[in-house]
């Protein structure tokens, strides 16, 4: 089936600017994460989703940064006023359940660029 | 505080013989381990797992071998082939925690 698709691909903006970006999970995935790699880091935890709940937020660098999840499906990762700091490759991952031992499946990333 | 290090940030060998890469940790509390692959401009793709009952686990060309009482992990690729150029991310998780604390990353080149 489908994995896990991200959109938009790239996004440029301006400093202050809102930006959304979207993730669709694997269908049947119950559990729904956010990651952003920041040049020559590795990926950095921003929260989780078991269903549409978020039980874990303490990834979330500001509170300029904020994420839902509707229907246990599609969800989206808010950045208000966006720095320059900001700029990072963004990746969502699904997994069947958040239980040890469940691998997570990773989309292709935002590559997000604040001018 | 980086508590899952790959203190090497890239690796150069020859096609046929073998990678090892490498992977410390220093939370006692992990109990799964996971490698990643990772190619240029795609999303990080799993390869393999293991947990901290076990200290082996092989799939194919791809063997991990971890050391509790070091805190450490290895990833074998035997044979390596020039097609396993990438890079590769150790992680790691702690009980029922949903997220993967993730490594910085070593960038394996195969020479042909």
């Known amino acids: 089936g489908a994995g896990v698709s991200q959109s938009p691909s790239n996004k440029v903006t301006e400093k202050g600017k809102d930006v959304e970006l979207r993730c669709d999970p694997i269908s049947g995935h119950t559990a729904l994460y956010w990651y952003r790699q920041s ?40 950045i208000q006023r966006t720095q320059q700091e900001d700029s990072a490759v963004y990746f969502c991952a699904s997994s069947f359940m ?9 989309g292709p990333g935002t590559r997000l660029t604040v001018l | 505080d980086q508590q899952v290090k790959q203190n090497s940030p890239s690796l150069s060998v020859q096609e046929g013989r073998i990678s090892i890469l490498n992977c410390d940790y220093t939370n006692s509390m992990f109990d799964y381990f996971l ?6 401009a795609e999303g990080p793709t ?24 070091a805190k450490h992990l290895s990833l074998h690729i035997v044979p390596s082939q020039p097609g396993d150029s990438a890079v590769y991310f150790c992680a790691a998780s702690a009980g029922s925690q949903g997220n993967l604390i993730f490594g910085k990353g070593t960038k394996l080149s195969v020479k042909p």
């Not at chain 1, 958040?98 to 990773?106: A, G, K, R, W």
């Not at chain 2, 799993?46 to 082996?56: E, Q």
Request: net charge positive.
């Open chain 2, 46 to 69: 799993f390869l393999i797992s293991i947990s901290s009952i076990k200290d082996k686990n092989e799939d194919g060309r791809f063997t991990v071998f971890l050391n509790k009482s």
């Open chain 1, 39 to 78: 040049l020559g880091q590795g990926l950095e935890f921003l929260i989780y989703f078991q269903g549409n709940s978020a039980p874990d937020k303490s990834g979330l660098p500001s509170d300029r940064f904020s994420a839902e999840r509707t229907g246990g499906s599609v969800s989206t990762l808010t």
């Open chain 1, 98 to 106: 958040v239980l040890p031992y469940n691998e997570q499946f990773f």
């Open chain 2, 35 to 40: 490698w990643y692959k990772k190619y240029p």
